[in-house]
């Protein structure tokens, strides 16, 4: 079993819907939690950072880590077209070594 | 700040040539990692740094593989001899902890093609 499993997709939703992300986990050693955006040919840039249970809200992107399910979601509100893009999410023990999930390829049509 | 530096951006080179790939991190950043993000996949860790000491090494290939962090700061990882299925975008991050959070910034990568 993978340490992280993220749906591949690709998603394509229409300009300004919501967008729900996720991930699962078997390690419960994992107290960090991040969501990644990665545009084509471009290096992965930090979008989301928690490490508790619960909802995080940054702008039109809220966090949801559900430590008990092992399981973590990113929602984007009203998606757009500069929202296309590969979201990858990577979670962390207490150690510095990152795990990345395959990421999801998000397409928003204008 | 300037971010994470590195080059070449692209490489097209034939099975078992050799290649090298470098690194420059942000300044001031002790711990610079080495991905291999092979297409469809996410990052997989190939070696970690922290100053000029390896931290992990356990998914680098060592056969074939070599990094090193000369002097704490920029890097080199080389592969000898190429194989079809090195094939891969390779990343360079570096990190540093703010505000309790330990963030990884990425260069924009190296493409290697192997023909």
């Known amino acids: 079993q993978k340490e992280v499993e993220q749906d591949p997709g690709p998603l394509s939703v229409p300009e300004g819907a919501i967008v729900s992300l996720n991930c699962t986990y078997s390690?419960?050693?994992?107290?960090?939690f991040m969501w990644y955006r990665q545009y084509s040919r471009k290096g992965p840039e930090l979008l989301m950072y928690?490490?508790?249970?619960g909802n995080k809200e940054d702008g039109r992107f809220t966090a949801q880590v559900d430590k008990s399910s092992k399981y973590i979601s990113l929602f984007i509100r009203d998606s757009q077209p500069s929202d296309s893009a590969t979201y990858l999410c990577?979670?962390?023990?207490?150690?510095?070594?990152?795990?990345f999930g395959t990421g999801t390829s998000l397409t928003v049509i204008p | 700040e300037a971010g994470v530096a590195q080059s070449p951006r692209y490489k097209i080179i034939e099975k078992r040539q050799s290649v090298a790939f470098w690194c420059n991190p942000i300044s001031g950043h002790a711990t610079l990692y080495w991905y291999q993000q092979i297409l469809g996949q996410g990052p997989k860790l190939l070696i970690q740094?922290?100053?000029?000491?390896?931290?992990?090494d356990s998914q680098l290939p060592k056969d074939r593989f070599s990094a090193e962090r000369l002097k704490g700061v920029d890097s080199t990882l080389k592969i000898q001899p190429a194989k079809l299925e090195d094939s891969a975008v390779y990343l360079c991050?570096?990190?540093?902890?703010?505000?309790?959070?330990?963030?990884?910034?990425f260069g924009p990568g190296t493409r290697l093609t192997v023909l």
């Open positions: 390690n419960s050693a994992f107290q960090y």
């Open positions: 928690t490490y508790s249970s």
């Open positions: 740094f922290q100053n000029n000491g390896v931290v992990d």
């Open positions: 991050a570096s990190s540093v902890i703010l505000a309790g959070i330990n963030e990884q910034f």
């Open positions: 990577a979670m962390r023990g207490t150690g510095n070594q990152f795990y």
